[in-house]
């Protein structure tokens, strides 16, 4: 059975710094691209960043410079470490799988982790 955990989510002040974390488990890891997700209240889930099994990656505009995308295909995780944290970067973060290569629909991504909460305030 696919599963996707995230953790790492936390209450922290602006300008400080976290790591997320998405561990995988019952599928073959280095095979699937992984990408994190974001939806904050009121608003549609977007996309943050992802990394392919080649381990390109991309990221949206408003992380660029801040945020950084890795994984450790050993032990089965992704990392998303977030630097310069903004009051607009509160949401819940969600990790989602794809065969090899990223996409940037919600809706081309079949497996989806249950989210951590990221709280950015002073």
């Known amino acids: 059975q696919l599963q996707l955990v995230e953790s790492g989510g936390d209450l922290v002040q602006p300008g400080g710094s976290l790591r997320l974390s998405c561990a995988a488990s019952?599928?073959?890891?280095?095979?699937?691209?992984i990408g994190w997700f974001r939806q904050a209240p009121g608003k549609e889930r977007e996309g943050v960043s992802c990394?392919?099994?080649?381990?390109?990656?991309n990221y949206a505009a408003s992380v660029k410079g801040r945020f950084t995308i890795s994984r450790d295909n050993a032990k089965n995780t992704v990392y998303l470490q977030m630097n310069s944290l903004k009051p607009d970067d509160t949401a819940v973060y969600y990790c989602?799988?794809?065969?090899?290569?990223?996409?940037?629909?919600?809706?081309?991504?079949?497996?989806w982790g249950q989210g951590t909460q990221v709280t950015v305030s002073s």
């Open positions: 990394i392919s099994t080649d381990g390109s990656t």
């Open positions: 019952g599928f073959t890891f280095d095979d699937y691209a």
């Open positions: 989602a799988a794809r065969k090899y290569v990223c996409a940037a629909s919600v809706s081309q991504y079949a497996y």
